[in-house]
């Protein structure tokens, strides 16, 4: 791979929450496939849907705009169920997360446990594999699910940055040591185990640069921040900004280990 492929840290722009405003009053406003070409105008290199057993956001209907209007990849978040796999296999999106998935959670609240769900996860990522769609799983950065990943033959994690994100917000300096050290082990770990490794969940302007500066992450998936800052200042200038800050994080930290 070329120093320049290698160096590319992809932005995966999570539309949900634009979807969420919009169930909120009900209708079509705001439009989340709007949103999905807004992202890639500023740079987005893909974009993430999680369609939830409830629909609380996403709605299937989205899915279908978005695998017939979008050019970029569309990552499906969802839940290992009959019902999730037979829309993933209908519309063949060129990624599908598996995530964790309680109807009385707000947001996900921790990776998946893979390691301990073997057996019943085995048979989605099989089948989502045999099917041409790229296969991860959303994580902790704990070795024990790294190894099931491989196990599984997820060739992608995706690994949970909501610990990380709540110790920076939090002021504690050890406590956001200690995270972002469980961050660095995890990705170094699961790109050693031949994992693609992304990261995702919490992510903002603050925050995002340490994440983006480890060498081992190929993408980070963002959405719930960048609706909320867009309400400030647009969805353009949100993701334009976020991308440079990826951008300069990664490039500082190749300049570090060149030096």
């Known amino acids: 791979m070329s120093g320049a492929k290698a160096a590319h840290l992809r932005l995966g722009v999570n539309i949900d929450h634009v979807a969420t405003i919009r169930n909120a009053r009900g209708g079509d406003h705001p439009d989340p496939v709007r949103a999905a070409e807004a992202a890639a105008g500023a740079g987005a290199d893909g974009i993430t849907a999680h369609l939830r057993e409830d629909r609380r956001h996403i709605r299937d209907n989205d899915i279908e705009r978005l695998m ?34 309680r109807r009385e959670e707000v947001t996900t609240e921790g990776g998946l446990e893979a390691a301990g769900q073997h057996n019943h996860l085995a048979p989605y990522v099989a089948r989502l594999r045999d099917a041409g769609i790229r296969v991860s799983l959303f994580i902790n950065a704990d070795r024990r699910q790294l190894e099931a990943a491989v196990s599984l033959g997820a060739p992608v994690v995706e690994l949970h940055t909501g610990a990380y994100a709540h110790a920076h917000d939090s002021g504690d300096a050890a406590r956001y040591d200690a995270e972002l050290a469980r961050l660095v082990a995890g990705a170094r770990e699961g790109a050693g185990l031949g994992l693609e490794v992304h990261a995702g969940h919490g992510l903002t302007f603050d925050n995002v640069a340490p994440v983006a500066g480890l060498a081992e992450v190929r993408e980070l998936n963002i959405g719930h921040f960048l609706v909320g800052e867009a309400i400030f200042g647009g969805l353009d200038s949100t993701i334009r900004r976020m991308r440079a800050l990826m951008d300069k994080a990664r490039a500082d930290a190749l300049g570090s280990r060149s030096a």
């Open 68 to 101: 017939g209007e979008i050019r970029l990849p569309l990552n499906l978040e969802m839940a290992a169920t009959e019902e999730m796999l037979a829309i993933a296999l209908r519309h063949k999106p060129h990624a599908v997360c598996l995530v964790p998935e």
